[in-house]
C-alpha cells in the first residue's frame, strides 16, 4: 500500500474561495441585522487568517482582521440599507481573501492576473532554501510542491522555457495532479520568483545545473520523470547528461536543442546587453512574442498571457541574472544529444513557429530511445495551448514500465 506525505503548503486555497463566495451569497439574501454583519465579517476574516496562516503571515493576517472589523462597525453606523451593507462587507472580505492567497514575495501585478489556473497556481508557489557554491546564504528557490507525495510513483519534475517561470504550467501542472502523479515545477535559477539574501555568483550553464541538482537532492531524492519545455527542454538535456542517475524518464516540449547557444548576444558590451534585456520586459514586445508562441488565442487571453509570462521581470535579480546568462553563451547541448541514453518522450505542436516540426523529427532521430507525438492546431507552448493532450501523454509515459 503506498504511503502519503502531507507537506505543509497553501492548499484548498480554491475550496476558501468557493466559501467566500457562498459566503457572500448568504449574507446577501439572509441576514437580517448588523450583528450578524459583524459576524460574518469575522467568519470571512477567519479564511483570511488561515490562508494566511499557511505562509506564516500571522501578522499580516491580524492586520486583515483588524481592519474588516474597523470597516464593519464604520459601516454599520453610516449605511441605512442592510442588504447594500452586506453585499458590500461580503466583497471586502472576499476581495481581501483573494488578495491574501498571493506570497507576498510575488510582485504586486499578479493581482492583475484573469485566468483562474494562473491564480491558483501563483498561490501556491513557495521558496525553499537551496544551499549550493554560489552564494554564501541559501537561495530561496521558487517552486510549486505536490500536496500529496506517492512513494510507489515516479516523481515529474517540470522546467519552463527561457526568461518565464513555472507559472507556465498553469494549465498542465492541475491536470497532472490530479492524474496521481507526485509533481513539481521548479524555477530554473536566473528566473521564476527566487530570491537570495547575498548576491548569486553566476547565472550561466553550470550554475543553474548545480542549482537544480541541489534542488532535487534535497526535496527529491529519488529518480524523476524530467519535463521540459523550450529552453527547459535543453537544460533538462543538460542535467541527464551530467547527472544520468537522477533522471529516468525524458520529456521534451517543443525543446532547444539544435540551437548553438544565445549567437551573437553573448559577444555584446554589457551594455548593450543591458538594454537588450530591457526590451525583453516591455509590453509590446511581449504581446508581440505571445502571437508567435500561440496558434489560436484571443486578444483577451493574449493580454493575460503576457502579464503572466511578463511578471518574473519585475523581480529586482531579473535583469542581472538574465545578462549574466546571456553573455554566458548559453546552452549548447547539440553534439551531446545522442549521448541520451534515458527513454524520451518528443511532444511537438505542428504550428510552431519558434522550433518548426523538423527539429521534432531530428530529435526523434539522434535520440537513441524516444518517440514522438505531433499536437495539431497548436504552437510553441501545448503544455499552454493543448494541457488536455499534454498531460495525459506524459502521465502515460510516466506510467508505463
Given amino acids: ?147 500529496i507525495k506517492e512513494t510507489h510513483m515516479l516523481p515529474v519534475l517540470l522546467l519552463h522555457g527561457f526568461d518565464s517561470s513555472c507559472l507556465e504550467w498553469r494549465n498542465t ?13 521548479m524555477d530554473i535559477l536566473g528566473w521564476g520568483f527566487s530570491t537570495s539574501a547575498e548576491p548569486i555568483s553566476s547565472y550561466n550553464v553550470k550554475s543553474k545545473r548545480e542549482h537544480l541538482y541541489k534542488f532535487w537532492k534535497t ?66 514586445l511581449r504581446t508581440y512574442a505571445n502571437r508567435l508562441i500561440y496558434s489560436n488565442i484571443s486578444w483577451r487571453n493574449l493580454i493575460d498571457a503576457m502579464r503572466i509570462g511578463r511578471l518574473h521581470c519585475l523581480m529586482p535579480s531579473w535583469e542581472d541574472a538574465t545578462v549574466d546568462f546571456m553573455l554566458s553563451g548559453g546552452y549548447n547541448v547539440a553534439s551531446s544529444i545522442c549521448q541520451v541514453q534515458q527513454e524520451v518522450l518528443v511532444v511537438w505542436g505542428e504550428q510552431d513557429k519558434i522550433f518548426p516540426k523538423h527539429f521534432a523529427k531530428k530529435f526523434e532521430r539522434d535520440l537513441p530511445n524516444a518517440r514522438l507525438e505531433l499536437i495539431s492546431d497548436c504552437g510553441h507552448f501545448p503544455h499552454v495551448e493543448k494541457p488536455n493532450v499534454v498531460a495525459p501523454l506524459i502521465t502515460t509515459f510516466v506510467k508505463e514500465k
Fill in 219 to 284: 526535496y527529491i531524492r529519488k529518480p524523476v520523470a524530467l519535463v521540459g519545455a523550450s529552453l527547459g527542454g535543453a537544460t533538462a538535456i543538460d542535467f541527464c547528461l551530467h547527472y544520468p542517475k537522477a533522471v529516468r524518464k525524458l520529456v521534451l516540449i517543443d525543446a532547444q536543442g539544435y540551437s548553438e547557444g544565445l549567437g551573437h548576444m553573448a559577444n555584446l558590451p554589457r551594455i548593450l546587453a543591458y538594454a537588450g534585456v530591457a526590451v525583453l520586459k516591455n509590453v509590446l
Fill in 173 to 185: 501542472y492541475p491536470l497532472l495532479e490530479q492524474s496521481g502523479s507526485e509533481c513539481w515545477a
Fill in 1 to 147: 500500500m503506498a504511503t502519503s506525505t502531507f507537506l505543509p503548503i497553501n492548499v484548498d486555497v480554491t475550496f476558501r474561495i468557493t466559501d467566500a463566495h457562498e459566503m457572500h451569497t448568504k449574507c446577501s439574501l439572509k441576514q437580517k441585522n448588523k450583528a450578524n454583519v459583524r459576524t460574518s465579517c469575522l467568519v470571512g476574516s477567519s479564511h483570511l487568517y488561515t490562508a494566511s496562516s499557511y505562509r506564516g503571515e500571522k501578522a499580516h493576517a491580524k492586520d486583515c482582521r483588524r481592519r474588516i472589523r474597523h470597516f464593519v462597525a464604520k459601516r454599520g453606523l453610516m449605511q441605512k440599507n442592510r442588504a447594500s451593507l452586506l453585499k458590500v462587507v461580503a466583497s471586502t472580505v472576499l476581495k481581501g481573501f483573494q488578495e491574501s492567497i498571493f506570497p507576498s514575495f510575488l510582485p504586486s501585478d499578479v493581482q492583475n492576473f484573469e485566468e483562474q489556473t494562473a491564480r491558483e497556481l501563483a498561490s501556491r508557489i513557495q521558496q525553499l532554501p537551496v544551499q549550493t557554491s554560489l552564494a554564501k546564504v541559501p537561495i530561496m528557490t521558487s517552486c510549486v510542491v505536490p500536496i
